[in-house]
C-alpha cells in the first residue's frame, strides 16, 4: 500500500504542471480580457493596467513568473478583485466549500447506504422498489430543479427554513446541504444495494449464517464490508466532485464558496483566479481519487497485503 | 420511508428549528437596511472600482463635494456646504464643511481633495473613470504622461477648507460629475500605509483599515456573502442619519434574491427575474417598483460592414422595427420605446427626434440602396451576449426584418468577454448594446459617438456633429447649449449608426416598511435619508 501511495503521489506531479502550463496557455487564447467591459477602457488606461499585472511582458516570462510564484504558494492577485490574492480567496471559499460538500456527503451515506442495503435485503419487495424508485428520480432530479423546489415548500411555504445564505440565519446550512446530499444518496442507494445483492449470495455469507450468526450481525458485520467497496470506490470523485460541482447548489443558496469564484473566475477572464482554482480542484481530485484508492485496497483483504 | 421521514425530521431539529423573526422584521427594529446588491462588488476603493453594485456601498461609506438628492436633481452639499461658480462658468470655489471629519476623527481638508484627484489621474493607477476630472484644466494631460507636475493642472488650495477649480470649458454638469465616486476623497495617510498612490492592490480598504468620510462605517466584510456598515458618528450630518446598518448582500442569481425577498430575508432586491415582471404586474404586487432610468437600450451597426455603410440601409433597419410592440410584447415590464439616443427628460433635455415605424418607407430606402426586387439583400448577423432577454429580443426584431423588409437574419449569441472584444475589434454587423448615464446630462450619451471616442465602435464618424457637442460644451447658457445638443441628436438619428429600441426602466422590488427611498432618473438612493417603518 505504500508503494501504491508514494508512485501515486509522483505520478501528480506531473499530472498537475501539465495541468497548470495548459490551463496557461489555453486562457490565453480565449478571446477577451480581464479588463473588457461594456464601458470601454482607453488604451492608455488598458496599459497602465497591463502594466500593474505583468500582462506587458511576453507569455514566456509570464508563465516562468507564474510557476515560480505557484512554488512558493503565491496564485499572484486576482484581476477582478483588486487587493484579493487568489490564495486568500480560495482560503476563504474552501472552508465553506469543505462543510457544505462535508454535510452533502454525510447525508448522502445515511440515506444511502441505508435504503440500499435495506433494499437489498427486501429484494423484489416494496422496501425494495420504494426506496430505489427515490433514487431513482434523486439521479433524474438536477440540483437546480431540487433546490427550488426544497425552498418552496420548507422556506417560502412552510417557512420552517431560512432560503439562502450560510451561517447567517438558524438552519439556513439544511436546505443546501439536503439538495446537493440527495443526488449523490441515489448513487450510493443503487451501489450499495448492486455490492450487497452481489455479497449476500457468496459463500460466506452462507457459512455465517449457518454458524448461527444473527441478521443484523451478518449483515453488518460480514456483508458490508465487502458489499460497500463499490460505494468507496465512489466516494472519492465523489467528495471531488461535490467540491468542484457545488457551483449551482452555491449558487441558488447563495454561498459563498469555492464553486462560485471557480466558474465566475472563468466568465470574468480573472487569469489569476482561474489558474490558481484549477490546479487545485485538479489537486484535490487527484488527492480524493488516491484516497478512495486506498480505502478500497485496504477493504478488500485480499489486495490489502500487496 | 418510514425511516427516511424520521431521519429528515431529526435533521431538522438538530438543526435549530425555524427562524421565528425574518430579518426584515428584525431589521425593522433595530433600523438594519438588509439590502440585495446584485453581485460581489470588486472592491471599494473609489478610484479603482466601476459598477453599480460598488457604488451603492461606496454611497454609504465616502463622500464627494456633492451629493445626490434623495430625488434627484439638483446636486446638494456633500464634503462642501457651499460653492461659487465664476461669471464664466469656468472657475468653481468650494468650501468645505467646517465640521468635515474622516471616520478616525482627521479633519477632512482641500490637501485631501488635491490628493485624492492626483491619485485617480496618476496614470500608473489605472483608473478607469479618470476622464471624469477631465473637464479640469490639464488633468487629461497629467493623466496622459505630457506633464509630471501636478501643478500643472486646475486646482488650488486657497485654505485648510477653501480650494478653487479650473476647468477648460464651462461644464453644467460638473457639480453632478462631483457625486460620482471616482472624484471622492480617499485618506492620504491610510492609503500610503498600507501601499503606494498607485498600488492597486492596498490593503487599506479591508475593514479595521479602511477610513473615509461618508455617513456610515466599514463594519465587516465576508467574501461573497455579505458587507456591514454601521452609523457614522463622526459624519458631519450624522443626525440625518436613522439606519443604523445597512447589510449587503451581493446575490447574483434573480432567481435567488427574488425568494430572499419573498421570505422576509431582504428589503429590497437589486432587480427581478424578467420573466416575473409581467406576472407582478399583474398580480398588482404592492412591492413591485418601475422607475424611470437614464439607460437606453440600442443595436450598434457597424458602418465599416460594407453593407452597413449606407445609411439608408441602416434607416431602413430602424423604420422597419416596431418598438411598441417589442415593449408591449417582448420586454413587458414597464420599458419605454426610445425614438432618440438621450433617453428625453435628463436634466431638462427634450431630444426632438423621431424615427419612425413605417415598412413602406423602410422598404423603399432599402430599393434606393439598391437592394430592391431582383437584388437580394446579403444575410446580417445580430451579435449578442449569451442572455435569455437579450435573445428574445433579438428574435423579435430578426421576425421584423423579415417580415418588413425580407432581410435574413442569423442570431448569433457569444460569451460576454468574447462579445465585448469582437465589438471592440469591429468583428460584428449589428450588435446589441446598453448604455447607463454616468451623470445626469445628456453629454453622457452624445458624448458617447463622437469620433476616437473608445465607446463608439461603430466606426461612424461626423465631424459637424463632433463640432457641434464640442461647442455645446463652450456654451454656458443651457437652453442655447440643448439646441445645439439637439441638433446634434438630429445629425446622429438621421445618420443612424446605433439603432435606439427602448428606455430601460429600473425594476426591482421594495419592501413597503423603506422610507426616503424615492425614485430617480441615475437610481441615486443615498442612505442617509433611508429609514424603516412599518407601512
Same mark, same amino acid.
Given at each position: 500500500?505504500?508503494?501504491?501511495?508514494?508512485?501515486?503521489?509522483l505520478?501528480?506531479?506531473?499530472?498537475?504542471l501539465?495541468?497548470?502550463?495548459?490551463?496557461?496557455?489555453?486562457?490565453?487564447?480565449?478571446?477577451?480580457?480581464?479588463?473588457?467591459?461594456e464601458?470601454?477602457?482607453?488604451?492608455?488606461?488598458?496599459?497602465?493596467?497591463?502594466?500593474?499585472?505583468?500582462?506587458?511582458?511576453?507569455?514566456?516570462?509570464?508563465?516562468?513568473?507564474?510557476?515560480?510564484?505557484?512554488?512558493?504558494?503565491?496564485?499572484?492577485?486576482?484581476f477582478?478583485?483588486?487587493?484579493?490574492?487568489?490564495?486568500?480567496?480560495?482560503g476563504?471559499?474552501?472552508?465553506?466549500?469543505?462543510?457544505?460538500a462535508f454535510?452533502?456527503?454525510?447525508?448522502?451515506?445515511?440515506?444511502g447506504v441505508?435504503?440500499?442495503?435495506?433494499?437489498?435485503?427486501?429484494?423484489?419487495?416494496?422496501?425494495?422498489?420504494?426506496?430505489?424508485?427515490?433514487?431513482m428520480?434523486?439521479?433524474?432530479?438536477?440540483? $437546480?430543479?431540487?433546490?427550488p423546489?426544497?425552498?418552496?415548500i420548507f422556506?417560502?411555504?412552510?417557512?420552517?427554513?431560512?432560503?439562502?445564505?450560510?451561517?447567517?440565519?438558524?438552519?439556513?446550512?439544511?436546505?443546501?446541504?439536503?439538495t446537493l446530499?440527495?443526488?449523490?444518496?441515489?448513487?450510493?442507494?443503487?451501489?450499495?444495494?448492486?455490492?450487497m445483492?452481489?455479497?449476500?449470495?457468496q459463500?460466506f455469507?452462507?457459512?455465517?449464517?449457518?454458524k448461527?450468526?444473527?441478521?443484523?450481525?451478518?449483515v453488518?458485520?460480514h456483508?458490508m464490508?465487502?458489499g460497500?467497496?463499490p460505494?468507496?470506490?465512489?466516494?472519492g470523485p465523489a467528495?471531488?466532485?461535490?467540491?468542484?460541482?457545488?457551483?449551482?447548489?452555491?449558487?441558488i443558496?447563495?454561498?459563498?464558496?469555492?464553486?462560485?469564484?471557480?466558474?465566475?473566475?472563468?466568465?470574468n477572464?480573472?487569469?489569476?483566479m482561474?489558474l490558481?482554482?484549477?490546479?487545485?480542484?485538479?489537486?484535490?481530485?487527484?488527492?480524493?481519487?488516491?484516497?478512495?484508492d486506498l480505502?478500497?485496497?485496504?477493504?478488500?483483504?485480499?489486495?490489502?497485503?500487496? | 420511508?418510514?425511516y427516511?421521514?424520521?431521519?429528515?425530521?431529526?435533521?431538522i431539529?438538530?438543526?435549530? /428549528?425555524?427562524?421565528?423573526?425574518?430579518?426584515v422584521d428584525?431589521?425593522?427594529e433595530?433600523?438594519?437596511?438588509?439590502?440585495?446588491?446584485?453581485?460581489?462588488?470588486?472592491?471599494?476603493?473609489?478610484?479603482?472600482?466601476?459598477?453599480?453594485?460598488e457604488?451603492?456601498?461606496?454611497?454609504?461609506? /465616502?463622500?464627494?463635494?456633492?451629493?445626490?438628492?434623495?430625488?434627484g436633481?439638483?446636486?446638494?452639499?456633500?464634503?462642501?456646504?457651499?460653492?461659487?461658480?465664476?461669471?464664466?462658468?469656468?472657475?468653481?470655489?468650494?468650501?468645505?464643511?467646517?465640521?468635515?471629519?474622516?471616520?478616525?476623527?482627521?479633519?477632512?481638508?482641500?490637501?485631501?481633495?488635491?490628493?485624492?484627484w492626483?491619485?485617480?489621474?496618476?496614470?500608473?493607477l489605472?483608473?478607469?473613470?479618470?476622464?471624469?476630472?477631465?473637464?479640469v484644466?490639464?488633468?487629461s494631460? $497629467?493623466?496622459?504622461?505630457?506633464t509630471?507636475?501636478?501643478?500643472?493642472?486646475?486646482?488650488?488650495?486657497?485654505?485648510?477648507?477653501?480650494?478653487?477649480?479650473?476647468?477648460?470649458?464651462?461644464?453644467?454638469?460638473?457639480?453632478?460629475?462631483?457625486?460620482?465616486?471616482?472624484?471622492w476623497?480617499?485618506?492620504?495617510?491610510?492609503v500610503?500605509?498600507?501601499?503606494?498612490?498607485?498600488?492597486?492592490?492596498?490593503?487599506?480598504?479591508?475593514?479595521?483599515?479602511?477610513?473615509?468620510?461618508?455617513?456610515?462605517?466599514?463594519?465587516s466584510?465576508?467574501?461573497?456573502?455579505?458587507i456591514?456598515?454601521?452609523?457614522?458618528?463622526?459624519?458631519?450630518?450624522?443626525?440625518?442619519v436613522?439606519?443604523?446598518?445597512?447589510?449587503y448582500?451581493?446575490?447574483s442569481?434573480?432567481?435567488?434574491e427574488?425568494?430572499?425577498?419573498?421570505?422576509?430575508?431582504?428589503?429590497?432586491?437589486?432587480?427581478?427575474p424578467?420573466?416575473?415582471?409581467?406576472?407582478?404586474?399583474?398580480?398588482?404586487?404592492?412591492?413591485l417598483?418601475?422607475d424611470?432610468?437614464?439607460?437606453?437600450?440600442?443595436?450598434?451597426?457597424?458602418?465599416?460592414?460594407?453593407v452597413?455603410?449606407?445609411?439608408?440601409?441602416?434607416?431602413?433597419l430602424?423604420?422597419?422595427?416596431?418598438?411598441?410592440?417589442?415593449v408591449?410584447?417582448v420586454?413587458? /415590464?414597464?420599458?419605454l420605446?426610445?425614438?432618440?439616443?438621450?433617453?428625453?427628460?435628463?436634466?431638462?433635455?427634450q431630444?426632438?427626434t423621431?424615427?419612425?415605424?413605417?415598412?413602406?418607407?423602410?422598404?423603399?430606402?432599402?430599393?434606393?440602396?439598391?437592394?430592391?426586387?431582383g437584388?437580394?439583400?446579403?444575410?446580417l448577423?445580430?451579435?449578442?451576449?449569451?442572455?435569455?432577454?437579450?435573445?428574445k429580443?433579438?428574435?423579435?426584431?430578426?421576425?421584423?426584418?423579415q417580415?418588413?423588409?425580407?432581410?435574413?437574419?442569423?442570431?448569433?449569441?457569444?460569451?460576454?468577454?468574447?462579445?465585448?472584444?469582437?465589438?471592440?475589434i469591429?468583428?460584428?454587423?449589428?450588435?446589441r448594446?446598453?448604455?447607463?448615464?454616468?451623470y445626469?446630462?445628456?453629454?453622457?450619451?452624445?458624448?458617447?459617438l463622437?469620433?476616437?471616442?473608445?465607446?463608439?465602435?461603430t466606426?461612424?464618424?461626423?465631424?459637424?456633429?463632433?463640432?457641434?457637442?464640442?461647442?455645446?460644451?463652450?456654451?454656458?447658457?443651457?437652453?442655447?447649449?440643448?439646441?445645439?445638443?439637439?441638433?446634434?441628436?438630429?445629425?446622429?438619428i438621421?445618420?443612424?449608426?446605433?439603432?435606439p429600441?427602448?428606455?430601460?426602466?429600473?425594476s426591482?422590488?421594495l419592501?413597503?416598511?423603506?422610507?426616503?427611498?424615492?425614485?430617480n432618473?441615475?437610481?441615486?438612493?443615498?442612505?442617509?435619508?433611508?429609514y424603516?417603518?412599518?407601512?
Amino acid at each position: 500500500m505504500l508503494r501504491v501511495f508514494i508512485s501515486r503521489m509522483l505520478m501528480a506531479i506531473p499530472v498537475l504542471l501539465a495541468v497548470a502550463t495548459m490551463t496557461f496557455f489555453l486562457i490565453k487564447l480565449a478571446p477577451g480580457g480581464p479588463f473588457d467591459a461594456e464601458k470601454a477602457v482607453s488604451p492608455q488606461v488598458l496599459k497602465n493596467l497591463n502594466a500593474a499585472y505583468n500582462l506587458d511582458a511576453s507569455e514566456w516570462e509570464q508563465y516562468t513568473d507564474y510557476m515560480s510564484g505557484i512554488l512558493k504558494g503565491d496564485f499572484g492577485p486576482s484581476f477582478k478583485y483588486p487587493g484579493r490574492s487568489v490564495t486568500e480567496m480560495i482560503g476563504v471559499g474552501l472552508p465553506i466549500t469543505f462543510e457544505l460538500a462535508f454535510y452533502a456527503i454525510l447525508i448522502a451515506l445515511v440515506i444511502g447506504v441505508f435504503s440500499g442495503v435495506l433494499a437489498a435485503l427486501n429484494r423484489n419487495t416494496l422496501l425494495d422498489f420504494i426506496p430505489m424508485a427515490i433514487a431513482m428520480i434523486g439521479i433524474c432530479v438536477p440540483t $437546480f430543479l431540487m433546490g427550488p423546489l426544497l425552498v418552496l415548500i420548507f422556506g417560502i411555504q412552510l417557512e420552517w427554513l431560512p432560503v439562502a445564505g450560510w451561517g447567517q440565519l438558524a438552519g439556513d446550512k439544511i436546505l443546501p446541504s439536503v439538495t446537493l446530499g440527495f443526488a449523490y444518496a441515489a448513487y450510493i442507494a443503487r451501489l450499495s444495494r448492486g455490492g450487497m445483492l452481489e455479497v449476500l449470495n457468496q459463500d460466506f455469507i452462507r457459512t455465517a449464517r449457518a454458524k448461527g450468526l444473527t441478521e443484523p450481525m451478518v449483515v453488518i458485520k460480514h456483508a458490508m464490508q465487502g458489499g460497500l467497496i463499490p460505494v468507496v470506490s465512489f466516494l472519492g470523485p465523489a467528495v471531488a466532485g461535490l467540491l468542484a460541482g457545488s457551483f449551482v447548489v452555491e449558487t441558488i443558496f447563495q454561498i459563498p464558496g469555492l464553486g462560485r469564484f471557480y466558474v465566475e473566475a472563468a466568465l470574468n477572464r480573472d487569469y489569476t483566479m482561474i489558474l490558481g482554482t484549477t490546479i487545485f480542484f485538479s489537486a484535490m481530485i487527484v488527492f480524493f481519487n488516491l484516497l478512495s484508492d486506498l480505502a478500497a485496497l485496504w477493504l478488500n483483504p485480499r489486495s490489502r497485503d500487496v | 420511508m418510514r425511516y427516511l421521514y424520521i431521519a429528515f425530521t431529526i435533521i431538522i431539529f438538530i438543526s435549530g /428549528c425555524s427562524p421565528t423573526v425574518s430579518p426584515v422584521d428584525d431589521g425593522l427594529e433595530k433600523q438594519i437596511f438588509h439590502f440585495g446588491n446584485g453581485s460581489e462588488p470588486q472592491g471599494i476603493d473609489p478610484h479603482i472600482v466601476t459598477g453599480v453594485p460598488e457604488h451603492h456601498i461606496l454611497i454609504s461609506l /465616502c463622500e464627494g463635494l456633492t451629493s445626490p438628492g434623495p430625488r434627484g436633481g439638483k446636486s446638494l452639499p456633500g464634503a462642501a456646504e457651499s460653492w461659487d461658480i465664476s461669471e464664466d462658468g469656468t472657475v468653481y470655489t468650494f468650501y468645505l464643511q467646517k465640521n468635515g471629519k474622516w471616520s478616525n476623527g482627521d479633519s477632512l481638508t482641500s490637501e485631501d481633495f488635491v490628493w485624492s484627484w492626483k491619485r485617480l489621474l496618476t496614470p500608473s493607477l489605472g483608473a478607469q473613470y479618470s476622464d471624469m476630472l477631465y473637464t479640469v484644466k490639464g488633468a487629461s494631460d $497629467f493623466h496622459n504622461g505630457l506633464t509630471e507636475n501636478f501643478n500643472d493642472v486646475g486646482i488650488e488650495v486657497i485654505d485648510d477648507y477653501t480650494f478653487k477649480v479650473y476647468l477648460n470649458n464651462p461644464t453644467p454638469y460638473f457639480l453632478g460629475l462631483l457625486s460620482h465616486y471616482s472624484t471622492w476623497p480617499v485618506h492620504k495617510e491610510t492609503v500610503l500605509k498600507h501601499g503606494a498612490i498607485d498600488d492597486r492592490n492596498g490593503q487599506w480598504t479591508r475593514p479595521g483599515n479602511f477610513v473615509c468620510n461618508g455617513p456610515f462605517n466599514l463594519k465587516s466584510w465576508e467574501l461573497n456573502s455579505r458587507i456591514i456598515v454601521e452609523k457614522n458618528p463622526l459624519y458631519w450630518d450624522a443626525n440625518v442619519v436613522k439606519l443604523n446598518e445597512i447589510r449587503y448582500y451581493p446575490v447574483s442569481n434573480v432567481m435567488t434574491e427574488d425568494r430572499m425577498f419573498r421570505a422576509g430575508q431582504l428589503h429590497n432586491t437589486y432587480t427581478i427575474p424578467s420573466q416575473k415582471c409581467p406576472v407582478y404586474i399583474e398580480a398588482k404586487n404592492k412591492d413591485l417598483k418601475i422607475d424611470p432610468y437614464m439607460g437606453t437600450y440600442f443595436y450598434r451597426l457597424n458602418t465599416n460592414d460594407p453593407v452597413l455603410k449606407d445609411p439608408r440601409v441602416r434607416k431602413a433597419l430602424a423604420y422597419s422595427i416596431n418598438r411598441k410592440q417589442l415593449v408591449e410584447k417582448v420586454t413587458k /415590464c414597464g420599458q419605454l420605446p426610445a425614438y432618440s439616443f438621450t433617453p428625453p427628460g435628463s436634466a431638462g433635455y427634450q431630444p426632438d427626434t423621431s424615427i419612425p415605424f413605417d415598412p413602406e418607407l423602410a422598404r423603399q430606402l432599402l430599393a434606393e440602396a439598391g437592394y430592391g426586387p431582383g437584388s437580394e439583400f446579403p444575410k446580417l448577423e445580430i451579435l449578442f451576449n449569451t442572455n435569455e432577454d437579450h435573445r428574445k429580443i433579438a428574435l423579435a426584431i430578426q421576425q421584423m426584418w423579415q417580415q418588413n423588409l425580407g432581410v435574413d437574419i442569423v442570431l448569433v449569441n457569444q460569451d460576454w468577454k468574447v462579445y465585448l472584444n469582437r465589438e471592440m475589434i469591429g468583428d460584428y454587423q449589428v450588435s446589441r448594446a446598453g448604455w447607463i448615464g454616468d451623470y445626469e446630462d445628456p453629454n453622457t450619451f452624445l458624448d458617447l459617438l463622437r469620433p476616437n471616442r473608445g465607446n463608439n465602435k461603430t466606426g461612424w464618424e461626423n465631424l459637424e456633429y463632433d463640432r457641434l457637442i464640442e461647442q455645446a460644451n463652450t456654451v454656458k447658457d443651457q437652453s442655447e447649449r440643448h439646441n445645439l445638443l439637439r441638433k446634434a441628436e438630429n445629425i446622429l438619428i438621421d445618420e443612424m449608426p446605433i439603432i435606439p429600441l427602448y428606455t430601460y426602466v429600473r425594476s426591482y422590488q421594495l419592501s413597503s416598511d423603506v422610507k426616503g427611498y424615492y425614485p430617480n432618473y441615475l437610481d441615486s438612493h443615498h442612505p442617509k435619508y433611508i429609514y424603516l417603518e412599518r407601512d
